[in-house]
């Protein structure tokens, strides 16, 4: 009886990734997509679809600093949602979480973490000279950070960025050896699927191909989408609004009943991926 299985045979060490998240920028990246799409409606994360092909995942945030003259009830009642954020991702196989601190500087520059920058790049340091991990993958959009890339790349450490679309220096992400602008579609592979079907489907707008849409219904061009990368114009007819980009091999037709919120998605989407 053989004993080598062809089917089974030994495919080398399996390929150990680690995720860093800035649970800070994260934060910033969902308010800001909740705000401007889904009219403050909390996106819904599954972490577990996050965290998919990496065998641990290090995350990094803390509790907001108490406001001066706010009531420790008051207080506690706020930080409430991260704590049990927190809470949930400590239950999760292969999560831990790390708190730094936060204060209040002044009312211009408002709250400011401390510890959790020095916290990722100490971790990653380590983990990349110990050779626990292949590649690592760092979610974040700050510019303090290349240094740290730098002088991963340097070490021969594979480092994968994900950062907000339009939000990060492009010297932060050319210092990666790969990279992806995180979006509402890059969110939604996140989202659990009952989420992303009633809810997401049902405040993102309807696209269409330019050519299926009814050429005799009449549109009244209102203004030109500025700041992307495509020439794309907005139009009403009848209390609903259409984006139109003509000169793309396939045209495209957004619908949405919010203008808005139509000329936000579609900034979002069209726009630069980095600053340049």
């Known amino acids: 009886m053989p004993l080598h299985n062809p089917s089974h045979s030994y495919s080398g060490p399996e390929k150990v990734k680690y995720l860093f998240i800035d649970g800070g920028c994260l934060d910033s990246l969902l308010v800001n997509l909740s705000e401007g799409l889904f009219e403050g409606t909390a996106i819904e994360i599954d972490y577990r679809l996050l965290a998919d092909g990496y065998q641990k995942v290090f995350y990094y945030d803390c509790l907001p600093a108490q406001k001066p003259h706010e009531s420790e009830a008051d207080y506690q009642e706020r ?50 000279v110990r ?34 679309k339009g939000k990060a220096n492009h010297e932060l992400v ?34 269409m191909s330019a050519e299926s ?28 609004y259409f984006a139109l980009f003509p000169r793309l091999n396939q045209p495209l037709l957004y619908e949405h009943s919010n203008l808005e919120q139509l000329r936000f998605y579609i900034e979002h989407r069209y726009s630069p991926n980095v600053l340049r």
């Open 174 to 207: 050319d210092a990666a050896d790969s990279r992806e602008a995180l979006t509402i579609d890059s969110i939604r592979r996140w989202c659990p699927h009952d989420f992303n079907r009633i809810v997401l489907d049902a405040l993102l707008p309807y696209v």
């Open 79 to 128: 930080i409430k949602p991260k704590i049990q954020l927190f809470n949930h991702l400590k239950s999760l196989n292969g999560f831990h979480v790390y708190e730094g601190t936060a204060r209040h500087r002044n009312k211009r520059r408002g709250q400011e973490q401390k510890q959790v920058d020095i916290m990722i790049a100490v971790d990653m340091l380590i983990h990349s």
């Open 213 to 240: 849409f009814d050429s005799g219904l009449s549109l009244d061009k209102i203004d030109r989408i500025e700041q992307i990368t495509e020439e794309g114009f907005l139009y009403e007819k009848e209390g609903r």
């Open 131 to 164: 050779r626990n991990m292949h590649e690592a993958t760092l979610l974040t959009g700050d510019l303090d950070f290349k240094p740290l890339i730098d002088a991963l790349v340097q070490e021969g450490m594979h480092i994968s960025l994900w950062y907000p």
